[in-house]
C-alpha cells in the first residue's frame, strides 16, 4: 500500500544522500561515465475504482541520456533523463450521450522522466561485470491521448473514437520505484549494458469522475518493464 511504500521511498533516499555526501568532494567527480539508452518496453495500468478492470498490456518505447558517478568501490548513483511512451488498456462502465455500456479505452502516454538510481555491481569477470540496481522515478506528463471504443449495452451502434488528446483526465506528475538488473561489457573504456528493468508507479496517474456514476473517481497505477540497452563512455 502506500502507507507502506512511502516510508521505503523517504529512506531509501536519505541513505543515498548520506552515502553520497560522505564521499562527495573524494569521489563523485572520479572517473565519472556519460551515454545514452534505448528500451523497449510492455506497459499496463493497474486500475484502482470500483469497475475498472485492466484489459491487456501495450507496447511501448523510451530513449534518453545516462550520468553514472561512482562514490564507493561498486557502488554509482545514476541520473539522467528519459523520454518515455508508457502505455496500457482499461474498461470501465461509461455513458455516452444517452447510452450507458462500456468504454475501452487505450491510453497512449508520455512523460519526461528523472531518475535517481543506486547501482550495485559484481566484481569484473572476463570483461562481464552483472548489476542490481533500485532507485526512484519523478516523472512530468508531455502528452496524453487515447483510442476508445464505446460499446453500448442495449446493442447500439459500436463508436470508435481515435486519438483524442485526454491530458485533463491524466495528472500531470508520476512517480515510480524503479529496480532491475543486467549486465555490462568492458569495451575499451566505454561498457555497453543490457538489462531488465520493471518500473512500479506509486502513485495515481488518473483524474475525474466517471460520467455513470459521479461518485467514482478515475484510479489507477501506470507500470512498466523494459529491456534497456546503453551505452557509457
Do not use: C
Not at 3 to 8: D, H, L, M, R, T
Not at 139 to 162: M, N, T, Y
Amino acid at each position: 500500500s502506500m502507507k507502506k511504500i512511502k516510508p521505503f521511498v523517504i529512506a531509501f533516499i536519505a541513505i543515498t544522500l548520506v552515502m553520497f555526501t560522505n564521499d562527495l568532494e573524494a569521489q563523485i567527480f572520479k572517473n565519472p561515465k556519460f551515454g545514452f539508452r534505448i528500451a523497449p518496453n510492455i506497459g499496463w495500468l493497474k486500475p484502482d475504482a470500483k469497475s475498472y478492470e485492466n484489459d491487456g498490456v501495450v507496447f511501448g518505447f523510451s530513449w534518453g541520456f545516462i550520468s553514472e558517478f561512482p562514490f564507493e568501490e561498486n557502488y554509482y548513483l545514476s541520473s539522467g533523463f528519459n523520454i518515455v511512451f508508457n502505455n496500457g488498456k482499461l474498461k470501465y462502465p461509461h455513458k455516452l450521450n444517452d447510452s450507458t455500456g462500456t468504454l475501452y479505452r487505450r491510453y497512449n502516454l508520455k512523460y519526461l522522466e528523472l531518475p535517481v538510481v543506486m547501482r550495485l555491481r559484481a566484481p569484473d569477470v572476463s570483461g562481464f561485470t552483472f548489476y542490481a540496481q533500485l532507485g526512484f522515478g519523478g516523472s512530468i506528463r508531455l502528452d496524453a491521448k487515447a483510442e476508445d471504443k464505446f460499446i453500448p449495452k442495449d446493442a447500439g451502434i459500436v463508436k470508435r473514437f481515435e486519438k483524442d488528446k485526454i491530458s485533463e483526465e491524466i495528472n500531470f506528475l508520476r512517480a515510480s520505484l524503479i529496480l532491475g538488473g543486467g549486465v555490462e561489457y568492458e569495451i575499451g573504456q566505454s561498457k555497453l549494458m543490457l538489462g531488465l528493468l520493471f518500473n512500479n508507479g506509486i502513485t495515481n496517474v488518473l483524474k475525474g469522475n466517471n460520467t455513470m456514476d459521479a461518485s467514482i473517481e478515475h484510479a489507477g497505477k501506470s507500470n512498466f518493464i523494459e529491456l534497456n540497452i546503453g551505452f557509457l563512455f
